[in-house]
C-alpha cells in the first residue's frame, strides 16, 4: 500500500465525513444570554455563575447534591393501577407513560429517597419536571404517601421538592384525590411530631400549590421560582388589570408572606439541616453555617433560632462563589 492511500486517502475522508459534536455541550442562561459548558453547569447545581439564575435540576442530580457525600438508597414506589381512564389525547396515556419512563428512566414524577443530611437521617421526595411536567397522578400521590408513612413509622423528617404543573389531567378526578390524600398524610406526620419542610423550586403550580405544598411547617422557594395556582395571563384575562412586576415568583411571594424564606441552591443543605435540629430538639452541629438574616447581620443558628412567625425574621442566603468542573 503506497502513500496515497495511507495519507491522501485518510485526510480526504477526514474533510468529507466531519465529526459529530453534540449539541448540548453549552447552555444559554434564559436571563442572561450567557453560555455555559455543561460540565461547569453541572458541577455548579445547575445554576449559572454570573446570574445566579437556577435552572430546571434532575432528580437524581438534586439528591446527589443533597445528601450527604451523595449517598442515598431510592425507596420503591408502591404498584399502582395504569391508565385507569383508558385515555387519549394526541397519543395514548399509557404510551405517553411508556415514552416517559425509557426517556427518563423513572416510574413517574416523584422520586422518594432514604438518606442522611448532616448525619442526621431524613425522608426525602422529589417530583421530576421532566416527567409530564411533574404533573400529580395516582403513582406520584402513592409515592408522596408512602415517603411519608416511612417517616412516621422510623420517627424521621420529612422533605420535599415541589415541581409541577399540577394534576395530570390524564387520570381525570383520580388525580385530584390524590390532594386530599396526601393532605390527609400530612397531618398524620404533623401528629407524629415530625418535621414537614417543603422547598419550593421552578414551576410550582396548580393543584399541587393549593393542598400538600403550602402545608409544611416552613416553606423555602428557590431564587426566581414561579410559584402559583393559576397562570399569569389566565389572571389577567380574567380579571382584565395588569399584574404587578415579579408577580408569582419567588421574591414577591416572600414580600407577601406566602412563603417563609428564599435561598441560593447551594445553602439548602445547610439552611435545613438548621431547621430540622431545631424541630427535632438536638444540639446544633459544631460547623453549622451562619444564617444571614435580611439586614446582611450573621447570626448563629444556637444564639438567634429561626423564627418564622415574624416578618422581621424572613430570611435569605448569600449565594456562595461558583465552582467549575476540571
Known sequence: MNWIDKVVRPKIRSFLHKREVADNLWVKCP??????????LEANQ????????????????????????????????????????????????????????????????????????RTQEIIVAVQDFDFIAGSLSIAAGAAIVKGINVAIENKLPFVIFTASGGARMQEGILSLMQLPKITVAV????????????????????????????????????????????GARVIEQTIREKLPEGFQRSEYLLEHGMVDMVVHRHNLRDIISSLLLMFMGLP??????????ADQQEVEPKEQPINTDKDDGLLSSVPPEAAHAE
Open 46 to 117: 445547575w445554576v449559572v455563575p454570573n446570574s445566579n439564575y437556577h435552572m430546571k435540576i434532575k432528580s437524581s442530580d438534586r439528591l446527589k447534591s443533597f445528601f450527604d457525600s451523595g449517598e442515598y438508597e431510592e425507596l420503591d414506589l408502591p404498584q399502582v393501577v395504569q391508565d385507569p381512564l383508558k385515555f387519549r389525547d394526541l397519543k395514548r396515556y399509557s404510551d405517553r407513560l411508556k415514552e416517559h419512563r425509557n426517556k427518563t428512566g423513572m416510574y413517574d414524577a416523584v422520586v422518594l429517597a432514604r438518606g442522611k443530611l
Open 31 to 40: 436571563q442572561s444570554g450567557e453560555m455555559i459548558f455543561h460540565r461547569d
Open 187 to 230: 397531618k398524620r406526620l404533623k401528629r407524629a411530631g415530625l418535621p414537614y419542610i417543603v422547598v419550593l423550586t421552578n414551576p410550582t403550580t396548580g393543584g399541587v400549590t393549593a393542598s400538600y405544598a403550602m402545608l409544611g411547617d416552613v416553606h423555602i422557594a428557590e431564587p426566581g421560582a414561579q410559584i402559583g395556582f393559576a
Open 284 to 293: 446544633a452541629a459544631e460547623k453549622s453555617t451562619s444564617i444571614i438574616v
